[in-house]
């Protein structure tokens, strides 16, 4: 496992890394739990926090409480407070702030390997129920909930445009060749948008949402054309050697303000568009909707949509 070591003390360290290393464990250690706390940001590889509760930069409750919150619903991170005082209220106060568990200090070091097999076993729960939780089981991309909870997670600033793509004529795919071939193709067309987009969610069906941090519209429309390039190129000789797929795409703008349901509304009526105009292409929403009229754009083209028309 990654684990990360708080510990003032330079020999106390020194015996916890050698000791943890011997175990073919991979150790980082931090004498300021404000630089760990930093780590732990920016490395979701670490598994487990051993911090003591008497550390610098920041007391040692603090880097518990605010390691808690970083790692969330959506991180498996173990956090192992060890404490050289027994004194109850001390220890039921890191459980309260975010521990798992704690140990004494300096730890005994069959106990402290006892105890991060324990971390292990924990860890991997965690990480097989955050897996069920937000992965969609049969394509591996993002499920509707958690593609939403993820945009949470961006900040608005850091996320500025948005698309929505289907497969065209899906229907047809499965009336012809039977649900499970048309679970083979979803699959396939799920894993080519993942290749290209960090943030691919399955919404439904045969239709994915992509968020794209630090984008803009054009760039939504580049990542769009490239996949609808690739999917234009898969073959499924296992299915039917003529077999071929197009996808329509929608992009849109994620305003200042908006939810993302708003912006996914755009995109929505852009892939409309896309469909409409005979689909196979990528179409940008770049105005906006009122009065029955939608601007949008396509690569080497314009078109202009307006109600009855």
């Known amino acids: 496992m990654n684990i990360v070591i708080v510990e003032p003390s330079r020999v106390v360290q020194k015996v916890l890394s050698q000791t943890l290393e011997d175990a073919t464990h991979t150790v980082i250690c931090y004498f300021d739990a404000s630089i760990a706390l930093e780590r732990l940001r920016a490395d979701d590889s670490v598994d487990v926090l051993i911090t003591s509760l ?3 930069g920041m007391a040692g ?14 991180r498996a991170l173990y956090v192992l407070v060890m404490s050289s005082s027994g004194e109850r209220g001390t220890l039921i106060e890191a459980l309260d702030a975010g521990a798992d568990d ?3 200090k300096p730890p005994a070091r069959e106990e402290l390997l006892a105890r991060l097999r324990v971390a292990d076993r924990v860890a991997a729960l965690q990480r097989d129920l955050i897996r069920l939780a937000t992965i969609d089981a049969m394509t591996g991309v993002l499920n509707r909930r958690a593609f939403f909870e993820t945009s949470a997670i961006y900040a608005r600033s850091h996320t ?15 009336d012809t060749y039977g649900h499970a071939c048309g679970d083979t193709v ?3 067309v799920a894993q080519a948008a993942a290749v290209r987009c960090p943030a691919v969610g399955r919404l439904g069906g045969e239709e994915f949402g992509m968020l794209l941090p630090g984008g803009s519209v054009k760039s939504a429309v580049d990542m769009c054309e490239a996949i609808r390039q690739d999917v234009a190129a898969l073959r499924f000789p296992q299915i039917d ?19 993302l349901d708003e912006a996914l509304k ?44």
Do not use: H, M
């Not at 500025?160 to 499965?174: E, G, H, L, T, Y």
């Not at 755009?266 to 196979?280: F, I, Q, T, W």
């Not at 940008?284 to 028309?309: D, E, K, M, Y």
């Open 241 to 259: 050697p003529a077999l071929s797929l197009t996808c329509s795409f929608g992009a849109g703008e994620w305003r200042a303000g908006e939810t």
């Open 61 to 74: 409750l603090e880097l518990v409480r605010a390691a808690r919150a970083l790692a969330g619903s959506r």
């Open 186 to 188: 979803i699959i396939a």
């Open 266 to 309: 755009r995109a929505d009526v852009a892939l409309y568009a896309a469909k409409s105009g005979g689909r196979n292409r990528v179409i940008a929403a770049t105005g906006a909707t009122n009065g029955g009229a939608v601007v949008v754009s396509a690569p080497g083209a314009q078109l202009r949509r307006r109600a009855g028309q």
């Open 102 to 104: 704690f140990i004494g």
């Open 160 to 174: 500025d445009a948005v698309a929505i793509f289907d497969i065209d004529r899906f229907k047809q795919i499965n």
């Open 54 to 56: 008497q550390t610098e």
